[in-house]
């Protein structure tokens, strides 16, 4: 499923009548049967149905909407929130429809009516406006907006809620809260930002008709879910031996932390890797080694607690290198850091401590010949970019996206719904996961199996989705059968990826 802006959301409907020639009255006749059919498996013929249609082409959609739940004989009433006179083109023809059918339109200024009205329906249907909204919600629809809000109905939105826009970089808005959205075509960026997600309730993207070549034509932002898995993640091979499933290598741990990196280990062996070494100081070594009996170990000097390089250690050797988790944040460990990113012969993977060690080696980062991957969370992602975590949190997409250019790295956008940016711009959200992952921990085991992930033969970019749809898939296989969001431990996750493997193939 792909995931738009409006301007790209507006590029598939401009191609779509403009060059494949469907007619834009076609399209908004399918938006409309699409949704009442998808309303009429949850109503009965005794549900009240008012439909608040705008004057745009989503009020068009809600003008359909209500002739079809007419004409199936619910009790449907339509309120106009703009004049007659707004209402023009495909979406005045469908009203003409509803009205030629016996539908009545009633305006929204009549407040007796729609007090009264509201009081009895059981499905409010929220066709006022869609993703041509520019700025903030405007009176009297900001007003209506409230009403519905308060009122006990399933709130149904068509398209967006109405209030928000399809595009991230809101900050000062009033929305509907649906209990469920219908997004037409293709799920809308808001759908995935914190701030603006719980305003969709429960959603789902109906089709309409849109050519399936439009889609990659005009946007390069994918849902990523268990199709995109399916098709994309490698089986074994059935005479394959251990080395054809990567040769890794993990830097990381200090005394304080020596958790983390067992973690990591443990997740990027569980995940696929086939011979893993683990470079820590020996202290950490000896509190982890029997955690993790499959891994060699490989001791680094320390000082303090803190690893420090070893100049003889040939990070060159493996197919990918994971530094960072529970490094700590050390200046001792500035060397061993810039070792890694100077010789590493393959994907590198930096995570958690190694974003305070490579924020200076950025520049380096850019001239890499091998992937680098980073996975901040929106904390450390502000950190990195020297902007606030609001920001981020506002514009991951554009900020993932423009950091990915800028230094030539992978992003992975940790939170609940991971990005996923290439460098090239490509970006995937991905759809697994649980408030359980909200814990410590949880970060380790993600490079780890990221870790494991790029050494198995698939695309770089879809190996990083891959690895943070198991990660996901394994918190929501552990919460569905044997545990809750709020015991669920980051070794719970670990166990949880030999369940995605068995059930998903
Ligand atoms: N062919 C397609 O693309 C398809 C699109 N489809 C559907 O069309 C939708 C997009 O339709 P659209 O482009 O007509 O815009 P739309 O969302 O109805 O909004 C425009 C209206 O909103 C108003 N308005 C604006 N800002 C406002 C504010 N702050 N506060 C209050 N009002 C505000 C603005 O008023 P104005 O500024 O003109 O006074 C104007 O009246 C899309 O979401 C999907 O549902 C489907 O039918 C399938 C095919
Ligand atoms: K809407």
Known sequence: MFIVTAKEMYDIDHYTMHEAGLDGKILMENAGRAISGRMEKFMDKSNKITVFAGAGNNGGDGFVIARTLYNRSYDVQVFQVVPDQKITGDAHYHKLLYLNYGGRVFSSDDHGHLVSRLDETDVIVDAMVGIGISGKL????????????????????????SGLPADEGISNFQSVQADYTYMVGAAKMTAFLESTSPYYGGWEKVDIGFPASSFPMCSSRELWGEEQYRETMPEREKYAHKGKHGKGLIIGGSSKMPGSIAMAAKASLKAGTGLLTVASSETVIRMI???????????????????TDDPDLSVSDYDAVAIGVGMGRSNRSAAAFRHAVQDTNGPLIVDADGFYHVKPLLDQLAQREHPTVLTPHPGEMAELMDVSIPEVLKNPFRLSAEFAEKYNVYVILKGRHTLITAPDGRQAVNDTGNPGLAKGGSGDVLTGIVHAMVMQEQGIFQALCNACFVHGAAADWMVENSRACHDLMATDVIEGISMVYRAIS
């Open 138 to 161: 405007r009176a009297p629809i900001s007003d209506i907006a409230e009403r519905i809000n308060q009122s006990d109905a399933t709130v149904i939105a068509v398209d967006v809620p």
């Open 289 to 307: 080694a029997s955690h993790c009996v499959e891994a060699m170990y490989q001791p680094v000097p320390e000082s303090d607690g803190y690893l």
